[in-house]
């Protein structure tokens, strides 16, 4: 069989391992190991070239195992299988999602470079942006979804054009689901970049996870995960990843190795566990937002549903058509009466969790604007839509007819 020709879901369960190396076991072991033996020094002195970018690995040369902080079979087994949804070149592995995006911006930005970025963002990813590169000397100008047609007007006016280093977008947005067109970003990028002095594009691929959008077949550069989500899919681990070319990666993994903030066996191999099953729980996932969203729509306390099942407006609807595989199974919805009233429901909940986070195998429900987003600047908030009766829903693998039920008894406390 040719394996090539085999899609990604049939490789979940093998590809990258090598059972008789790990005495026939069919699944990968948990490499619980701090360091590695080397057979004598020169192979010691050959796998550190390799891993300090001294040398490139010759042909067919097996990449040795030196410290786990540098590589360890279930890390790398992961960030093999990870690519595979991208046809990445390389992929680097982290232990949280918010580790994965500051370790990548701090790679490639310096001070006196401008960083464009969408709104809105996940909040974490807001704050960092705005609070701490800017300690750096790194230049922040933020754009709007509504401003989408006049980029390259934006980024002149700043006067800091010659600076742009990267665009940063996170799409679908969290958590209104509104949606950036990553090819015009990637053509936005070639506009101000040179051979010698490229303008990368990074997207942020959390709310779409690998199955129902690809950024790179759009023109990304570099796509990331918070791979707690949908990747790990259990609410039982935390990790992030990003991938990219090898070129780009091994720079990421560069200063991953000096930061630290590689991910560990035992999260690389919860991570390989929930890749076998990514796409059939994604796949339930998106069938029971429908209907839930659905529900949604008719119900006389909700005012609006933020889902992508819903787009009506022309150039939104266009970017979708483009860019998305499915509508996913993230959705957000403003309950009639604000705050006090979402509360209300959010406190009704039974069987949906009251609970930050996404794109586990249960419904999770949270209140954007007082949770994962209360760092934001409240006229921001506003202006972004991340209103007090805004709440987002993450929804899981239950069934579609008792998630209804429990949202339609918690919508009857509002």
Same mark, same amino acid.
């Given at each position: 069989?040719?394996?090539?020709?085999? +899609?990604?879901? !049939?490789? #979940? #369960?093998?590809?990258?391992?090598?059972?008789?190396?790990?005495?026939?076991?069919?699944?990968?072991?948990?490499?619980?190991?701090?360091?590695?033996?080397?057979?004598?020094?020169?192979?010691?002195?050959?796998?550190?070239?390799?891993?300090?970018?001294?040398?490139? +690995?010759?042909?067919?040369?097996?990449?040795?195992?030196?410290?786990?902080?540098?590589?360890?079979?279930?890390?790398?087994?992961?960030?093999?299988?990870?690519?595979?949804?991208?046809?990445?070149?390389?992929?680097?592995?982290?232990?949280?999602?918010?580790?994965?995006?500051?370790?990548?911006?701090?790679?490639?930005?310096?001070?006196?470079?401008?960083?464009?970025?969408?709104?809105?963002?996940?909040?974490?990813?807001?704050?960092?942006?705005?609070?701490?590169?800017?300690?750096?000397?790194?230049?922040?100008?933020?754009?709007?979804?509504?401003?989408?047609?006049?980029?390259?007007?934006?980024?002149?006016? !700043?006067?800091?054009?010659?600076?742009?280093?990267?665009?940063?977008?996170?799409?679908?947005?969290?958590?209104?689901?509104?949606?950036?067109?990553?090819?015009?970003?990637?053509?936005?990028?070639?506009?101000?970049?040179?051979?010698?002095?490229?303008?990368?594009?990074? =997207?942020?691929?959390?709310?779409?996870?690998?199955?129902?959008?690809?950024?790179?077949?759009?023109?990304?550069?570099?796509?990331?995960?918070?791979?707690?989500?949908?990747? %790990?899919?259990?609410?039982?681990?935390?990790?992030?990843?990003?991938?990219?070319?090898?070129?780009?990666?091994?720079? =990421?993994?560069?200063?991953?190795?000096?930061?630290?903030?590689?991910?560990?066996?035992?999260?690389?191999?919860?991570?390989?566990?929930?890749?076998?099953?990514?796409?059939?729980? #994604?796949?339930?996932?998106?069938?029971?937002?429908?209907?839930?969203?659905?529900?949604?729509?008719?119900?006389?306390?909700?005012?609006?549903?933020?889902?992508?099942?819903?787009?009506?407006?022309?150039?939104?609807?266009?970017?979708?058509?483009?860019?998305?595989?499915?509508?996913?199974?993230?959705? !957000?919805?403003?309950?009639? %009466?604000?705050?006090?009233?979402?509360?209300?429901?959010?406190?009704?909940?039974?069987?949906?969790?009251?609970?930050?986070?996404?794109?586990?195998?249960?419904?999770?429900?949270?209140?954007?604007?007082?949770?994962?987003?209360? %760092?934001?600047?409240?006229?921001?908030?506003?202006?972004?839509?991340?209103?007090?009766?805004?709440?987002?829903?993450?929804?899981?693998?239950?069934?579609?007819?008792?998630?209804?039920?429990?949202?339609?008894?918690?919508?009857?406390?509002?």
């Amino acid at each position: 069989m040719d394996h090539s020709k085999l +899609r990604p879901e !049939s490789l #979940m #369960m093998s590809y990258g391992y090598k059972p008789e190396l790990s005495q026939g076991a069919v699944k990968c072991p948990i490499f619980q190991t701090s360091t590695f033996v080397f057979q004598k020094a020169e192979d010691g002195k050959a796998f550190f070239e390799v891993a300090y970018g001294l040398r490139e +690995r010759s042909e067919g040369e097996e990449l040795g195992l030196i410290y786990s902080r540098l590589n360890n079979p279930d890390l790398e087994i992961l960030e093999n299988r990870l690519g595979l949804w991208e046809n990445a070149g390389d992929c680097a592995v982290f232990e949280s999602g918010m580790s994965a995006i500051t370790t990548t911006l701090l790679e490639f930005l310096s001070p006196g470079d401008l960083l464009l970025f969408s709104n809105p963002i996940y909040g974490g990813t807001d704050h960092f942006i705005k609070q701490i590169l800017t300690r750096f000397g790194i230049h922040v100008l933020g754009f709007y979804p509504w401003e989408q047609d006049r980029l390259e007007e934006i980024v002149r006016k !700043s006067g800091k054009a010659d600076r742009l280093k990267m665009i940063y977008v996170e799409t679908p947005a969290n958590p209104t689901n509104i949606l950036i067109d990553i090819a015009a970003c990637s053509r936005l990028a070639k506009t101000f970049g040179t051979s010698e002095k490229p303008v990368l594009l990074a =997207v942020d691929n959390t709310y779409m996870g690998p199955l129902w959008q690809h950024p790179m077949k759009q023109g990304a550069d570099l796509v990331l995960y918070s791979a707690t989500k949908y990747i %790990g899919g259990h609410s039982d681990v935390i990790a992030g990843a990003c991938l990219g070319s090898k070129e780009l990666i091994g720079r =990421v993994k560069g200063l991953r190795s000096f930061l630290g903030c590689m991910a560990g066996p035992w999260t690389g191999w919860l991570l390989l566990r929930s890749l076998e099953t990514l796409k059939p729980r #994604m796949e339930t996932q998106a069938s029971n937002a429908a209907e839930v969203a659905a529900f949604l729509k008719g119900h006389p306390k909700v005012r609006k549903v933020h889902y992508l099942g819903f787009i009506n407006e022309p150039a939104q609807q266009a970017i979708y058509k483009n860019q998305c595989f499915s509508a996913g199974a993230m959705l !957000s919805f403003d309950v009639q %009466g604000g705050e006090p009233e979402a509360f209300r429901f959010l406190n009704a909940l039974q069987l949906v969790k009251l609970a930050v986070s996404l794109g586990s195998t249960e419904s999770l429900a949270e209140h954007p604007a007082t949770m994962t987003h209360v %760092g934001v600047d409240p006229a921001e908030r506003e202006k972004l839509g991340i209103t007090g009766g805004l709440v987002r829903l993450s929804v899981g693998v239950e069934h579609p007819d008792d998630l209804i039920g429990d949202l339609k008894q918690a919508l009857e406390a509002v």
